[in-house]
T-cell receptor, first 112, second 113 residues
Framework: LAKTTQPISMDSYEGQEVNITCSHN???????ITWYQQFPSQGPRFIIQ?????VTNEVASLFIPADRKSSTLSLPRVSLSDTAVYYC?????????????WGLGTSLAVNP | GAGVSQSPSNKVTEKGKDVELRCDPI?????LYWYRQRLGQGLEFLIY????????KSGLPSDRFSAERTGESVSTLTIQRTQQEDSAVYLC???????????FGPGTRLTVT
């Protein structure tokens, strides 16, 4: 069963690129990697999901190396409104035994 | 369309009382999840429904916790004989299926006094 590890906190400045890495050493071959963003007093919100290599959408990119033991969420040109907690999630799609392994979250502070 | 809704938004109860938390998922979403989030902590998975059945209940912390889902729609999380350590925000999410994007509700903040 995969276990996820991510930094507790990160600091950045407006306009910079932020990369948050999640380690998942025991990821299974059929596990997807998903990232969520959470603001205070709100439920998490989906950012991006990937299985291998690179995925890009309008808000972020997700880089997954060939061994899939880690993944990196990349936020280009962050703004103050990107200050939030970012969670890495590894999900197992094997049969009906659905396991969801959430990281403890990375608290990102974007400074002016 | 409407998102995931949860009720009540806040619940204060006395230790030892039972509480029921409700989740209305997005229409058509077959998968439904319950999570617990203590103040300043990450998400703690409780239970997952696929349709009306719960193939994964492994996150329920004790037999005081139970959940059901009917009509492949609304779900109720019940906590019996509440304890102070049950105080947390309880989040519900739904999705079109496994490994699909989860849509979260605003949560129910439970305070046990």
């Amino acid at each position: 069963l995969a276990k996820t590890t991510q930094p507790i906190s990160m600091d950045s400045y407006e306009g910079q690129e932020v990369n948050i890495t999640c380690s998942h050493n025991n990821i299974a071959t059929n596990d997807y990697i998903t990232w969520y963003q959470q603001f205070p007093s709100q439920g998490p919100r989906f950012i991006i999901q990937g299985y291998k290599t690179k995925v890009t959408n309008e808000v972020a990119s997700l880089f997954i190396p060939a061994d899939r033991k880690s993944s990196t969420l990349s936020l280009p040109r962050v703004s103050l409104s990107d200050t939030a907690v970012y969670y890495c999630l590894v999900g197992n799609n094997a049969g009906n035994n659905r396991k969801l392994i959430w990281g403890l979250g990375t608290s990102l502070a974007v400074n002016p | 369309g409407a998102g995931v809704s949860q009720s009540p938004s806040n619940k204060v109860t006395e230790k030892g009382k039972d509480v029921e938390l409700r989740c209305d998922p997005i229409s058509g979403h077959t998968a439904l999840y319950w999570y617990r989030q203590r103040l300043g902590q990450g998400l703690e998975f409780l239970i997952y429904f696929q349709g009306n059945s719960a193939p994964d209940k492994s996150g329920l912390p004790s037999d005081r916790f139970s959940a059901e889902r009917t009509g492949e729609s609304v779900s109720t999380l019940t906590i019996q004989r509440t304890q102070q350590e049950d105080s947390a925000v309880y989040l519900c999410a739904s999705s079109l299926g496994r490994d699909r994007e989860q849509y979260f509700g605003p949560g129910t903040r439970l305070t046990v006094t």
